[in-house]
């Protein structure tokens, strides 16, 4: 248990549909992030909250739309995604956005049909 | 170009067996993580190295960051089965946000 949970863990969905990642902490961080990690590449950062206020936008497609509505609470919201998109996203939080030391959800794997 | 180098990308052991995996970079980094990460799951936070020359160990796993910052490694004294995952290091070169190295799948067999 991380403390970090993510729903949901598996999701397959068409490339005109719509649907939402979830992700959820209370371990009272103040900052929570978006990664994207696919097959032989890095981590990658799409999206850094700090206080419920979006501070870092790494270059992500509009197609992907991000929501903070508190600072225990994450959404990553999908729309009209391409077969590339298939990825195992991940949410995770640390202490504040200057803290290194970050606690990751399980994930949510997704597949783009 | 990527900021963190990890060596080598895949390991396979047999249990028992000691191994060294490295991180390389030529940034300073004020810290540097090692996560360890399972099939299906999230990254799982490690350690922590801080300070040039800081050596941490955590049972069987001893980590150290080099004298420089520049780099970490992580030696596994008799590799077990659960040991198996995906090995990453994470740092933050200045006060940046976290990043992330590719990784080193280690196996352990029975």
């Known amino acids: ?113 | 170009t990527q900021l963190l180098e990890q060596s080598p990308q895949f390991l396979s052991i047999q249990e028992g067996e000691n191994l060294t995996v490295y991180c390389n970079s030529s940034s300073v980094f004020s810290s540097l993580q090692w996560y360890r990460q399972e099939p299906g799951e999230g990254p799982v936070l490690l350690v922590t190295v801080v300070t040039g020359g800081e050596v941490k160990k955590l049972k069987r796993l001893t980590f150290q960051f080099g004298d420089a910052r520049k780099d970490s490694s992580l030696h596994i004294t008799a590799a077990q089965p659960g040991d198996t995952g995906l090995y990453l290091c994470a740092g933050t070169p200045g006060y940046s946000t976290l990043t992330f190295g590719k990784g080193t799948m280690l196996l352990v067999s029975p």
């Open chain 1, 1 to 113: 248990e991380t403390g970090v949970t993510q729903t949901p863990r598996h999701l397959v969905m068409g490339m005109t549909n719509k649907k939402s990642l979830k992700c959820e902490q209370h371990l009272g961080h103040n900052a929570m992030y978006w990664y994207k990690q696919s097959a032989k590449k890095p981590l990658e950062l799409m999206f850094v909250y700090s206080l419920e206020e979006r501070v870092e936008n790494n270059s992500v497609p509009s197609r992907f739309s991000p929501e903070c509505p508190n600072s225990s609470h994450l959404f990553l919201h999908l729309h009209t995604l391409q077969p590339e998109d298939s990825a195992l996203y991940l949410c995770a939080s640390s202490l504040s956005r200057r803290d290194t030391e970050a606690f990751f959800g399980q994930g949510t794997r997704l597949t783009v049909v």
